[in-house]
């Protein structure tokens, strides 16, 4: 089955960096996009970073010029470089990965359908 393994979280201080990695398997297929959210104690999950197969990317207005995704491409890793991090960034990181697929669970999508996959989490703790 696909799952998606993260790594690198932990403990930085303010101002500092971080790499994230994420790699998925259990797929023949490319992921259609890969990327990060994150979600703070007693906030919404939100979007962070996501990089489509193509190689284009999206960002969190929050996060420009301070993170870069990176990867997204046949092997199935995604990595989020996190520089000039802030007290604010503090979070569990969650990857996300995207399967456009035709055949999903035996039934057939003749346009297609998006399946989406969730890693466990990694925890990004920012000190000031």
């Known amino acids: 089955q696909v799952q998606l393994v993260e790594s690198g979280g932990g403990l930085v201080q303010a101002g500092g960096s971080l790499r994230l990695s994420c790699t998925g398997s259990?797929?023949?297929?490319?992921?259609?996009?890969m990327g990060w959210y994150r979600q703070a104690p007693g906030k919404q999950r939100e979007m962070v970073a996501i990089?489509?197969?193509?190689?284009?990317?999206d960002y969190a207005d929050s996060v420009k010029g301070r993170f870069a995704v990176s990867g997204g491409n046949g092997e199935n890793t995604v990595h989020l470089q996190m520089n000039s991090v802030k007290p604010e960034d503090t979070a569990v990181y969650y990857c996300h990965a995207v399967l456009f697929l035709s055949y999903y669970r035996g039934t057939y999508y003749p346009e297609g359908k998006d399946v989406a996959y969730w890693g466990q989490g990694t925890q990004v703790t920012v000190s000031s």
């Open positions: 259990g797929t023949p297929h490319t992921f259609k996009s």
């Open positions: 990089i489509s197969k193509d190689g284009t990317s």
